[in-house]
């Protein structure tokens, strides 16, 4: 079955740097479009940065210059590099995966990762 596991969240001071990692099983890693989502205490889940199987990239404009999301189709991960982090980055951090399939996308995500920034 699919599996999506999130790791390297943690504490860090505002200006830090973290990196996040998503590794994942169960599907073609390769086919699929991949996001990184975060959800901060009581607002809702947002979009924080996509990449299509080709490496096509965008990101939410909070976060544009500072995150950087790649993937690694040999080790089937994605990965979030987070630079210049902010309090306002403080959130859960979740990946997600799309999957192509002849009847529309199939969506899989991890369990999350928390990320606290302090000012």
């Known amino acids: 079955h699919v599996q999506l596991v999130e790791s390297g969240g943690g504490s860090v001071p505002a200006g830090g740097s973290l990196r996040l990692a998503c590794a994942t099983s169960?599907?073609?890693?390769?086919?699929?479009?991949m996001g990184w989502y975060r959800q901060a205490p009581g607002k809702q889940r947002e979009l924080v940065a996509h990449?299509?199987?080709?490496?096509?990239?965008n990101y939410a404009d909070s976060v544009k210059g500072r995150f950087t999301i790649s993937r690694d189709n040999a080790k089937d991960t994605m990965y979030l590099q987070m630079d210049s982090l902010k309090p306002e980055d403080t959130a859960v951090y979740y990946c997600?995966?799309?999957?192509?399939?002849?009847?529309?996308?199939?969506?899989?995500w991890g369990q999350g990762t928390r990320v606290t920034v302090s000012s």
């Open positions: 997600a995966q799309f999957e192509p399939t002849p009847h529309g996308t199939l969506d899989f």
């Open positions: 169960g599907t073609i890693f390769s086919r699929n479009a």
């Open positions: 990449i299509t199987r080709e490496s096509i990239t």
